[in-house]
């Protein structure tokens, strides 16, 4: 009679493993991987919607032209996109690893605002996007039209012309107008980058702030030779984050031409070749970012 084998305890932990993550992997298969794959497809057919579902005809190429060529209005979109993604990046980075400075130091009701600021991140959902945006329509309430004007107040032109700031470039005038603009952008979308920082910050051991001030080293000093190398890894983090979360943002004027289409035209064919196009856009940002990074990130040796 043959002995039955006995598994050991990391192979049973292995299989609890694998047991856990069989749901999502079926998940993924039947609801990701086989529609991504039928989107690729779709990209280069001229497809539309009969009684016996999807029929399409092979096209090849001429979504992608059609995208690149022929639709003035995805080439705009895609041009404000990624000028957009240009100018707000550094910002968020800059003010996620400013506000995270401030968050490690020791203060009185640090959690509650740490709380406040990560707060963006739990209700970051569309509609709550659109209200402080102003991006309702006709039927939206009144009090969420005067909650979203208190987003869009031009408080930074207002202090100028307080100071008697005036003659300015129209080109200074325009980008200035466009931060303060934004202001409650950058802020809404730096909350995991914030998170992110806190958790680099926090690794830093106390005795290299100790070495320094023995050493006579400035605040200004410290954070730029010691605290900055540190958090860099975290820094190409954010930074990634940063760009593929402006991509997918809720008012993002790519994918809302790519659902105008979708959606109103039924040009599934189209559509899902702007979006293989925006996806390889993507792809490519992040990786000439990635590889010009690595050579400004300092990894510390063990």
């Given at each position: 009679m043959r002995k039955k084998k006995t598994l050991s305890f990391v192979q049973k932990k292995e299989r609890y493993g694998y047991g856990f993550i069989a749901i999502w992997l079926v998940g993924t298969l039947l609801w990701f991987i086989i529609p991504l794959i039928e989107s690729l497809r779709y990209s280069f057919m001229d497809v539309k919607p009969e009684t016996?579902?999807?029929?399409?005809?092979?096209?090849g190429m001429d979504n992608y032209a059609y995208a690149l060529m022929g639709d003035g209005v995805y080439r705009n979109a895609l041009a404000d996109v990624l000028w957009e993604m240009l100018w707000k990046t550094p910002l968020i980075l800059i003010f996620s690893l400013f506000i995270a400075v401030i968050l490690n130091q020791k203060f009185k009701g640090r959690w509650i605002v740490r709380s406040i600021f990560f707060l963006p991140v739990i209700i970051a959902t569309g509609p709550v996007y659109n209200i402080i945006k102003g991006n309702i329509?006709?039927?939206?309430v009144s009090s969420a039209r005067q909650f979203?004007?208190?987003?869009?107040?031009?408080?930074?032109?207002e202090l100028f012309e307080f100071l008697g700031i005036y003659g300015m470039s129209d080109a200074v005038q325009r980008g200035i107008e466009t931060i303060s603009d934004n202001l409650s952008g950058i802020v809404w979308n730096a909350g995991i980058q914030i998170l992110l920082f806190l958790a680099a910050l926090q690794t830093i051991p106390s005795h290299a702030r100790e070495a320094a001030e023995i050493e006579g080293a400035t605040g200004w000093e410290y954070f730029w030779k010691?605290?900055?190398?540190?958090?860099?890894?975290?820094?190409?983090?954010?930074?990634?984050?940063?760009?593929?979360?402006?991509?997918?943002?809720?008012?993002?004027?790519?994918?809302?031409?790519?659902?105008?289409?979708?959606?109103?035209?039924?040009?599934?064919?189209?559509?899902a070749a702007m979006v293989w196009l925006y996806f390889g856009i993507v792809m490519a940002a992040v990786g000439i970012i990635s590889a010009v990074m690595r050579h400004f990130i300092y990894y510390e040796m063990d």
């Open positions: 016996s579902g999807m029929q399409g005809i092979w096209v329509d006709t039927s939206g979203s004007t208190l987003f869009s107040v031009d408080l930074i032109g010691i605290v900055l190398p540190l958090v860099s890894p975290m820094l190409l983090t954010c930074l990634i984050f940063t760009v593929i979360d402006s991509f997918t943002a809720p008012d993002n004027a790519v994918m809302e031409r790519v659902l105008e289409l979708q959606q109103l035209d039924w040009q599934f064919g189209r559509a």
